[in-house]
């Protein structure tokens, strides 16, 4: 007879998909291709969903302005954005909730399928100032996809961002998110926590596409852009 209670369950299956982004407005073609291990089980969600690959492109099209420079990815999951940079030569950090261990181990899944060691991963919860928070290194740009999810975590997000910022006061956050609901707005929170935002035209990067970096992803999807910055005393 069969002991239930010693049957160990089946390790969730993971899928690598590979996303290239590619070059086409100059003479001289480059592309870049990554390598990205989803974890095909409802129980970690750990996909890489279409606020990614937009973000991850807007990433490309700044690959010479991030050479060199510290990013920040947070709530990275499966690290697309993170990733991209990292192999334009940013020195990057990527973070997730401290407690979810498996997210964390899941960016060092995605770094190793890209072949980056020096790719440093952080517990970082949103809306909590950890010693891993305050340690950071200064930071130059601060990326974040489909972070604005549940409406309960934006001040959380928003707070962990102000944080940053301030620390960081020429840093930039740049942030892309699908439009669920029209009803849901960060605007009183970014006064709150004295911040600007511009959006950030999707043309004008080539992110306005039915497809992107080789996936179909983005799709009908309602994708937004903004890049977040410090409040200053022209912006009041």
Not at 138 to 167: C, H, M, N, W
Not at 195 to 215: H, P, Q, R, W, Y
């Amino acid at each position: 007879m069969c002991d239930i209670n010693h049957i160990r369950p089946e390790p969730p299956r993971i899928v690598h998909r590979t996303f290239t982004f590619e070059e086409t407005r100059n003479s001289t073609q480059e592309c870049l291709s990554v390598s990205i291990p989803e974890v095909l089980d409802a129980q970690y969600g750990m996909y890489v969903w279409p606020s990614a690959v937009v973000l991850a492109q807007y990433v490309w099209t700044k690959r010479l302005d991030l050479k060199d420079i510290a990013v920040l990815e947070l709530g990275a999951g499966v690290s697309l954005p993170g990733v991209v940079a990292a192999k334009c030569g940013a020195k990057v950090i990527l973070s997730d909730n401290a407690n979810t261990p498996l997210c964390q181990h899941n960016c060092k899944r995605s770094c190793e399928a890209n072949g980056l060691h020096d790719v440093v991963t952080l517990p970082l919860t949103w809306g909590e100032i950890s010693a891993d928070l305050v340690l950071l290194p200064p930071l130059q740009v601060i990326l974040g996809s489909d972070l604005f999810y549940e409406p309960e975590d934006f001040e959380d997000i928003l707070v962990t961002v102000a944080f940053l910022l301030r620390k960081n006061p020429s840093a930039q956050f740049w942030t892309t998110y699908q439009e669920r609901s029209a009803d849901w707005t960060i605007e009183a929170l970014l006064r709150k926590w004295k911040m600007t935002c511009v959006n950030i035209d999707l043309e004008s990067f080539d992110a306005n596409k039915s497809e992107l970096a080789g996936s179909s992803l983005p799709g009908s999807h309602n994708i937004q852009m903004m890049m977040m910055m410090l409040r200053t005393d022209e912006d009041t």
